[in-house]
């Protein structure tokens, strides 16, 4: 029995072997053909890729501080409350934390057991913990201050004012001249600390500041944000007004290139508030300026006394413009004044002796007789008025020239013999003046018209001739200029004369 149960056992023993060997070889074969070979050698190595970048990811997401911290609390919460990571907690002096202490007011009988806390222990606890918060609120500050001095705001060496108008002098005396004033925000180097002065330079101006007025290195740096300034540069010739609308005072043109500090607080969308030299603020409308940042600086006192005079300068001209144009009107108006008065005189005179002449008691010879080398021409008063009827018809609402030489075309043709001999018989001529059956014809034989028309008259028939031989008037465009041997033009009217 004994040998047949081993032999049973080395039989049993070689079916298993053989059976392994044949599962090892399948795997061989599966690993030749699925892995390793070539047709799937490709998508292989995207896969062994992927799940390499899967685990760098996890790597990096377990390696971050932050998490480590967290896993590593995690990982210990079942252990005292001292084993906890303390590196952000506030200790005080004798390792006592801020967070030990809070717990203590808020659950005494974890600290003092079931009677709790009394009064002076609550009172030294209270102390720590204002104490540690003041600690923590240090170090914080610390930390913003170190950031700050690695960037723009860095003030190392350098000064910043939180008063406004500080006046920079050329010696450290409060009686010695001023040189130049910086405005709040206004920055510079410090050449030379005092105690109650300091030698700083700021946009080319050196001088002494009071030291208690400005703020230097760390301390400047911790406030530098706050001042971070804009800059408004002209782009284009500007107004600078006393408020953010086009109907406020203007207190000067800002040219090409000036730039001003901005006031944001004060600006709108439109209108752009600048802080001037003089300390005064004014408004330049958005669309002609660019914006630049970084610190204010001093301005020289010159600067200051430049832009006041310039807006006295400014405001004095415009007042000496108005004044221009307020003259200029009034002498217009009087002027008009004056020339309705004489026409209202001549046309008086000229009514006067029409009457006068009419009642037999005077002449108007003077005015009515014209006389030339070939041709002498008698005229009455009612000849006047007809005359001065028909310039008004034909050119009332033209220049003087105008109706001068159509009072001379009516003369001219009395003058000739191819036309009547008289002064009605010219005028009513059939298809000549055509004006003469308008209303404003009829209307001015009573009148005369008016000043001018009547004053047109009278000197063409004393002889005034302003249009040489002509004897028609027409608009330029219906003139057939083949035929004229002279023309003249006043007003919309060309006068002329044929062959």
């Known amino acids: 029995m004994g040998y047949y149960s081993k032999n049973n056992r080395q039989i049993s023993h070689k079916k298993i072997s053989q059976r392994n060997r044949i599962k090892l070889s399948r795997m061989k074969y599966n690993l030749r053909k699925n892995i390793f070979s070539g047709r799937y050698l490709v998508r292989n190595a995207l896969v062994v890729m992927i799940v390499a970048a899967v685990i760098a990811l996890i790597v990096v997401f377990l390696s971050i501080p932050g998490r480590s911290k967290a896993n590593k609390t995690e990982g210990q919460n079942t252990t005292k409350d001292t084993s906890k990571d303390t590196s952000d907690v506030i200790v005080d002096e004798e390792g006592f934390t801020l967070e030990t202490a809070n717990l203590a007011l808020t659950q005494p009988s974890m600290i003092g057991g079931e009677d709790g806390l009394g009064d002076s222990e609550k009172a030294e606890l209270e102390n720590l913990i204002s104490k540690a918060e003041r600690n923590g609120k240090a170090e914080v500050e610390k930390k913003d201050v170190q ?146 940042e970084g610190f204010a600086e001093a301005v020289t ?45 001549e046309l008086e005179a000229a009514k006067a002796q029409a009457e006068a002449e009419k009642n037999g008691e005077g002449t108007v010879i003077s005015l009515l007789k014209t006389t030339d080398t070939t041709v002498t021409v008698e005229t009455t008063v009612s000849d006047l008025y007809l005359l001065a009827a028909i310039v008004y018809a034909e050119s009332g609402g033209e220049c003087y020239d105008a109706q001068l030489a159509v009072a001379n075309v009516v003369v001219n043709r009395l003058k000739s013999s191819r036309y009547p001999n008289t002064m009605a018989e010219v005028i009513y001529q059939p298809y000549q003046f055509t004006a003469c059956k308008t209303k404003n014809f009829a209307n001015a034989l009573k009148t005369g018209g008016s000043a001018s028309a009547l004053r047109a008259a009278q000197e063409a028939l004393a002889g005034i001739n302003n249009v040489g031989p002509c004897i028609g008037f027409k608009f330029p465009r219906a003139i057939d200029y083949s035929k004229v041997t002279y023309c003249v033009q006043y007003g919309a009217i060309m006068f002329f004369t044929y062959y």
């Open 301 to 345: 006192i010159d600067e200051i006394e430049g832009m006041k005079d310039r807006k006295a300068d400014y405001k004095a001209r415009m007042l000496a413009q108005e004044k221009e144009r307020e003259q200029a009107a009034q002498d217009k108006e009087q002027a008009a004044k004056d020339k309705k008065a004489q026409e209202d005189q």
């Open 147 to 292: 950031t700050l001095s690695n960037s723009q705001y860095d003030m190392t060496h350098k000064f910043l004012t939180e008063n406004d108008a500080v006046n920079i002098r050329i010696s450290p005396d409060p009686k010695a001249e001023v040189l130049g004033r910086l405005y709040i925000g206004g920055t510079g180097d410090v050449l030379e600390k005092g105690d109650e002065w300091t030698l700083i330079s700021s946009d080319g101006i050196e001088g002494y500041v009071a030291t208690d007025l400005i703020l230097m290195d760390e301390a400047a740096t911790e406030v530098a944000p706050k001042y971070w300034a804009t800059f408004a540069i002209v782009k284009e010739k500007v107004r600078v007004r006393a408020y953010g609308n086009e109907a406020s005072e203007v207190y000067f043109l800002a040219v090409t290139g000036e730039f001003f500090t901005v006031d944001s607080d004060r600006s709108t969308p439109d209108w752009v508030c600048v802080r001037l030299a003089d300390g005064s603020f004014g408004f330049v409308a958005s669309k002609y300026i660019s914006i630049s």
